[in-house]
């Protein structure tokens, strides 16, 4: 369901999930959003937040509002806090996105952003592309798919009988009226505690399988295949030699999805476009001095 104004501006349902912890790279993301928005894009930002998300934290974002931009916490209370994690660096409200059909009944769509991500064009292009009859849209994650042969067993013992259409979850678009329908989201909860590996990733692509459709790789440019680590012809493969070259010249989104993190260290594959966006945050007087500080000194203390 697209929501109109008088102006003809059209609002966009995005939705992250932050611990405090996490709270300023969240707000880095969200920043990079708005400061890449069209005039005629209203973004309506919800942020899933646990109990122990503070007031005084809630009340930074809301520094980002303007006549076009909305910021709305949904408290999830405990929800999940006691369900295991298998990746050191990603934390339990990951989970949280499993209940959007729920959490947001009066729209047909959202899209969901990781806090590791920064937005460097208007998202309506990506809020626009028809799901049809398909739960979930996102981008191949091509190391899942290139260690296949490893990992067969595994993902067929979960319910999954290839990776040829596994999708990363960092960046994706869902049908979340066709989960209502279908009745969807109790069969997502419902696998929570079993341990995966990628945790609600797989669990996603478990779900979603056969109902997933894909997006071109620059809707989702993860860092972690620029390391040199994969070889370019795989990658080509995959995504297609075009669209992965045009991906990485062009982004609309640039995924952190590696254990090295911009705010750690700047010597990354665009770690300087990241500190870019915080830096202007902080220096619009959009970030508070708590959350930069957090940026400079976390990394000497984690």
């Known amino acids: ?71 709305n916490f949904v408290d999830m209370n405990d929800m999940f806090q006691s369900s295991k994690t298998t990746i050191k660096h990603i934390t339990y409200p990951t989970y949280y996105r499993l209940l ?25 292009s990506l809020y626009d592309y028809d799901l049809n009859e398909n739960y979930i849209a996102g ?37 979340i009226k066709k989960i209502r329908d279908d009745n969807i989201t109790p069969g997502l909860i419902s696998l929570v505690d079993e341990n995966f590996k990628s945790q609600d990733q797989d669990i996603i692509n478990v779900v979603f399988y056969g109902r997933i459709l894909f997006l071109d790789f620059s809707f989702n440019v993860m860092t972690k295949y620029l390391s040199g680590k994969y070889a370019k012809n795989d990658l080509y493969d995959i995504y297609g030699k075009d669209v992965f070259e045009c991906g990485l010249k062009n982004p609309c989104i640039i995924h952190y999805a590696d254990k090295r993190k911009p705010w750690r260290t700047i010597f990354i594959p665009y770690g300087i476009i990241w500190w870019k966006y915080a830096l202007l945050a902080f220096i619009n007087m959009k970030m508070g001095l708590r959350f930069f500080l957090t940026i400079l000194i976390r990394p000497f203390i984690w």
Do not use: H, R
Request: aromatic share 14%.
């Open 1 to 71: 369901m697209l929501f109109m104004n008088n102006s003809n501006k059209v609002k966009i349902p995005v939705v992250l999930a932050s611990d405090e912890n996490y709270a300023p790279y969240l707000f880095v993301t969200m920043y990079s959003a708005i400061q890449n928005k069209a005039d005629n894009s209203i973004y309506d930002f919800y942020i899933l937040v646990p109990n122990k998300f503070s007031n005084n934290c809630k009340k930074l974002f809301k520094n980002l509002e303007t006549s076009t931009v909305f910021v």
């Open 100 to 124: 959007l059909a729920e959490l947001l009944p009066d729209y047909d769509k959202v899209l969901y952003l990781d806090t590791d991500v920064i937005v460097l064009k208007d998202l309506k």
């Open 139 to 175: 981008v191949k994650a091509a190391a899942y798919i290139l260690n296949e042969k490893a990992e067969s067993l595994y993902y067929k013992s979960i319910g999954l009988p290839e990776l040829s259409g596994y999708i990363n979850a960092g960046v994706t678009l869902w049908n």
